[in-house]
């Protein structure tokens, strides 16, 4: 479980974040949603310690993360998974050795266990006979695949989720979204998903938190949003001329 | 302003350095980079050093031949001059100069493209101190392989100098033979080994500097490139004057 408590974060004085609460559970899939620019991304990056916050905390379990030195952020960081915006795949490691990284920075295994290990993961995120391809020969779904069997290879306790369906056509996002699903029920992981896709917020979303405009707008799960009476919510959710009218506003 | 700016990019580059020279987390993963770096910025380096040693030699010929009008000065001294001029400084200063360009925007840009591309985020993610694992590996491999690349400009220059005055009946063998040979003072390799350890430092730690701090895009990296080059090309002329006047007064 990730809590976050009464986070602040500004850039150049320019309030980004005020006082975000948020209890992000094991075993579910936690949205993030929010318009351009509210802030989801930089509230993720402090989650996972890409920045620093202004005030508040962020708890992994009972541990205070926000305040550890490096050598003890290093220790809770072997435990996350993250899958990045554009992949964020090795250029010049092919797609095994991407998925062998951090078994070869972090576990003292055989090459033929890690090997064991690769496959597993590659297979889970249904990615065959593709491990000697570099990054630029992979499309772009197969790119986020094997970045999730990446994050997935140490069995992390935490999954991170940034913009995990851009620019994949709809049917590959839902295969993602679905796979995220999947792999957080199955490894019991407190995944994060940052997301402004609307499909993956009512395919998948266990837990979903609104940001607004650098404040948690609106907290729910994803059956809430279809009855909520929250007008930036509904504005957010219901932007189209077909979702507003199924909604019926 | 500027010199406010210029304290705190040097502040900057020498934190970078603080966390490039800190415990490696893995050293045998540590070790296999620097392998990889030493035959990507070192072994691949080879052919333009060679090329460019021979016709500096050549050319350094040619114009002290050309130049001797007097009769008393002996031909030797054409072997001489070639030799001194490779030493001091066209195997040290001038290939330093080439390697900032060829190497330092290679690591500029790769360091750059790694940065916007959240990849150097996925290694902090991970764990793994990002800006050690990538640099560290790239200043082992440059200091060690540089005075190789060094050692061999030299004898390549003095050779092409032989052939091109051969060639062209400036200067014949034996003169030559006798001039490279007149007045020998080894102290002189010394002088250039420890000018190229030092420029070799300097490309890597710039260039590395240049790209770890890009923010932005394409244009961004491509920027960091030049502005590693021009500041590398700068550092090694200051530094070239001062070991001058350190090493040889």
């Known amino acids: 479980m990730i809590t976050v408590k009464n986070v602040y974060k500004s850039f150049d004085g320019r309030l980004v974040l005020e006082d975000i609460n948020a209890t992000f559970e094991k075993g579910k899939t936690n949205l993030i949603i929010g318009q351009s620019g509210s802030g989801k991304t930089v509230l993720l990056k402090c989650i996972v310690g890409l920045h620093d916050v202004d005030s508040g905390a962020i708890y992994y379990n009972d541990i205070r993360f926000d305040n550890l030195n490096?050598?003890?952020?290093?220790?809770?960081?072997?435990?996350?998974?993250?899958?990045?915006?554009?992949?964020?795949?090795?250029?010049?490691?092919?797609?095994?050795?991407?998925?062998?990284?951090?078994?070869?920075?972090?576990?003292?295994?055989?090459?033929?266990?890690?090997?064991?290990?690769?496959?597993?993961?590659?297979?889970?995120?249904?990615?065959?006979?593709?491990?000697?391809?570099?990054?630029?020969?992979?499309?772009?779904?197969?790119?986020?695949?094997?970045?999730?069997?990446?994050?997935?290879?140490?069995?992390?306790?935490?999954?991170?989720?940034?913009?995990?369906?851009?620019?994949?056509?709809?049917?590959?996002?839902?295969?993602?979204?679905?796979?995220?699903?999947?792999?957080?029920?199955?490894f019991n992981i407190t995944t994060i998903i940052n997301t402004h896709d609307m499909n993956s917020v009512m395919g998948i979303g266990d837990k979903v938190i609104f940001i607004h405009n650098g404040k948690k707008w609106w907290e729910g799960t994803k059956d809430n949003i279809l009855d909520s009476d929250n007008k930036e919510l509904n504005d957010f959710v219901f932007s189209t001329e077909l979702t507003r009218k199924i909604k019926g506003l | 302003m500027k010199l406010l700016s210029a304290i705190d990019m040097f502040g900057e580059y020498i934190l970078l350095l603080k966390k490039v020279f800190s415990k490696p987390e893995k050293r045998r993963v540590y070790y296999q980079q620097t392998i990889k770096e030493i035959d990507k910025l070192g072994l691949q380096s080879i052919g333009i050093v060679t090329i460019i040693s021979v016709f500096m030699g050549a050319v350094i010929t040619l114009q002290t031949a050309y130049n001797m009008e007097n009769p008393f000065i002996p031909n030797y001294l054409i072997g001489l001059g070639t030799r001194d001029s490779m030493l001091l400084e066209f195997s040290s200063t001038i290939i330093g100069l080439i390697l900032a360009g060829k190497v330092g925007s290679n690591i500029a840009s790769e360091i750059g493209t790694m940065k916007v591309t959240e990849q150097i985020d996925a290694l902090e993610i991970m764990g793994i101190n990002s800006a050690s694992f990538l640099i560290l590996p790239k200043i082992i491999a440059t200091v060690l392989f540089n005075p190789f690349l060094t050692v061999l400009s030299m004898i390549v220059g003095i050779v092409g100098g032989w052939l091109v005055g051969v060639f062209t009946g400036v200067v014949s063998t034996q003169e030559y033979i006798d001039g490279v040979q007149y007045a020998f003072i080894p102290f002189y390799i010394t002088y250039a080994l420890i000018k190229t350890v030092v420029f070799a430092f300097l490309i890597t730690t710039i260039s590395a500097f240049y790209g770890y701090r890009v923010q932005g895009g394409s244009l961004e990296v491509g920027r960091a490139s030049t502005q590693a080059v021009v500041m590398s090309s700068i550092f090694i002329l200051l530094f070239n004057l001062i070991l001058t006047q350190l090493l040889l007064s």
């Open chain 1, 70 to 186: 490096f050598n003890d952020k290093k220790k809770i960081r072997q435990k996350i998974g993250m899958l990045f915006q554009g992949s964020a795949l090795f250029d010049s490691a092919t797609v095994e050795e991407n998925v062998m990284f951090p078994l070869d920075m972090f576990t003292s295994m055989t090459y033929e266990e890690k090997l064991e290990r690769v496959n597993f993961c590659l297979k889970r995120v249904n990615i065959i006979n593709s491990n000697h391809l570099y990054p630029a020969e992979i499309s772009g779904g197969m790119k986020k695949r094997v970045a999730i069997a990446r994050a997935i290879a140490l069995n992390p306790e935490f999954l991170f989720c940034d913009e995990p369906n851009s620019g994949l056509d709809p049917k590959t996002a839902v295969v993602i979204d679905q796979l995220i699903k999947e792999i957080t029920e199955e």
